[in-house]
Structures are given as structure tokens and as C-alpha cells.
């Protein structure tokens, strides 16, 4: 199986700030990378698919980088809002999986 | 708009089993994959597997073979997940998520608030 690593479990940021999450794979995934959020209420969305094409509906304060084996989430302006619980998610083989999360808080 | 309506908490006794539900609305349920994920308290998410509602073709995270059985009825557009002998770590909440194809890539596009499962005597 393809193990994704989120090597930040949690990380504290001030409102307005440019965070970035990372996410590394075990084996090359050819940029198959979703990423996900999960709101304090457990409601799960999606933000972006194929490493960084952004999903609808979703702001554009949102982005996606990466190649190989790691890949990146980046909140430019950090909102009230965007607390949370970010997933990296691999579709490159089965069974899909997923990195531990990284637990974003307002400091 | 599409949904995902799951069905409510369980609480079942160890060594039982359990059988949640997942009804869809809003799209062609038969033409998607409905896939199932597993959330341990306060840890990460976990895929458990996948079903085709069209011909009813399903793949397993080969950690939930013989633990998680996956089926779905067309007539009412509803994915079921049956869990068996029952532990304390099959406690969770379990999400259903479809899964949308678009090009070369794929998402889980919309998500089932989740079931919570509690296995407690």
C-alpha cells in the first residue's frame, strides 16, 4: 500500500496569514492527490483534486502544488473559517489512502 | 442537489453485527462508485472500500476483508455497509462518499454526514 505522510499533525497561524500543509507519498503517484477538510462538525469537503485543480466552489485563497513523491496545500489570507482538519488523499493506486491530517488552529 | 443521507447512530454489542446505510439523491446513482471510509476518535481517515451500484462490482482495503460486506440496492438508491463480529476498534464513524470522475482524475465530491458506530456491551 501507498503510505501518505503528513508529517505536521497540527500547526497555529494568525488570521491573514499564508499557511502551508505538506503530505508526501511512499512511492511516486503521478500527481493523483486530492485534498480534503474536515470542519470541527466532521462535515468532510473537498478543495482540490489532481494536485491542484480547485474544486467548485471552493475560494481561490486555496492552491495545490506538487510532483513525485510530495505535494503541498497552501491557505494564502487565513480565515475564521478555514479551521479545520486537512487531508491529503492518493488515487494513484488502490486502496486509496489517505495522510494522517494536519489540525489547523487560529493562534 | 446531489446528497448522501446516512443512516443513524448504532450502538450493538461486541461480536454482533451491523448494517448502515447510505441513500443517494440528486444524480444516477447506478453510474458512480460509492466508496466507504472509516474515522477512528480524534484520528485520520481510513478507505474501506468501494461498490458499484450499476452491476454491483465492489474492491476492498484488504485490512476489511471479511470485516466490512458492501451492497446497493438501485430501486432505492441506497449503499449499505454491513460490518461483522464487532470489536471495541470498530468504533468509529463511517462516512459515505461518492466518487466522481472527471477526465484523468477522480474525487470524493460529495460526503454522507456520517454513521457513528459504537460497540460497547
Known amino acids: 500500500d501507498i503510505q501518505m505522510t503528513q508529517t505536521t499533525s497540527s500547526l497555529s497561524a494568525s488570521l491573514g496569514d499564508r499557511v502551508t500543509i505538506s503530505c508526501s507519498a511512499s512511492?511516486?503517484?503521478?500527481?493523483?492527490l486530492n485534498w480534503y477538510q474536515q470542519k470541527p462538525d466532521g462535515t468532510v469537503k473537498l478543495l482540490i483534486y489532481?494536485?491542484?485543480s480547485l474544486h467548485s466552489g471552493v475560494p481561490s485563497r486555496f492552491s495545490g502544488s506538487g510532483s513525485g513523491t510530495d505535494y503541498s496545500l497552501t491557505i494564502s489570507n487565513l480565515e475564521p473559517e478555514d479551521i479545520a482538519t486537512y487531508y491529503c488523499q492518493q488515487y494513484s493506486k488502490l486502496p486509496y489512502t489517505f495522510g494522517g491530517g494536519t489540525k489547523l488552529e487560529i493562534k | 442537489q446531489v446528497q448522501l443521507q446516512q443512516s443513524g447512530p448504532e450502538l450493538v454489542k461486541p461480536g454482533a453485527s451491523v448494517k448502515i446505510s447510505c441513500k443517494a439523491s440528486g444524480y444516477a446513482f447506478s453510474s458512480s462508485w460509492m466508496n466507504w471510509v472509516k474515522q477512528r476518535p480524534g484520528q485520520g481517515l481510513e478507505w474501506i472500500g468501494r461498490?458499484?451500484?450499476?452491476?454491483?462490482?465492489?474492491n476492498y482495503n484488504g485490512k476489511f476483508k471479511g470485516k466490512a460486506t458492501l451492497t446497493a440496492d438501485k430501486s432505492s438508491s441506497t449503499a449499505y455497509m454491513q460490518l461483522s463480529s464487532l470489536t471495541s476498534v470498530d468504533s468509529a464513524v463511517y462516512f459515505c462518499a461518492r466518487k466522481w470522475d472527471y477526465g484523468s482524475s477522480w474525487y470524493f465530491d460529495v460526503w454522507g454526514a456520517g454513521t457513528t458506530v459504537t460497540v460497547s456491551s
Open positions: 461498490i458499484y451500484p450499476g452491476d454491483g462490482d465492489t
Open positions: 489532481y494536485t491542484s
Open positions: 512511492q511516486g503517484i503521478s500527481n493523483y
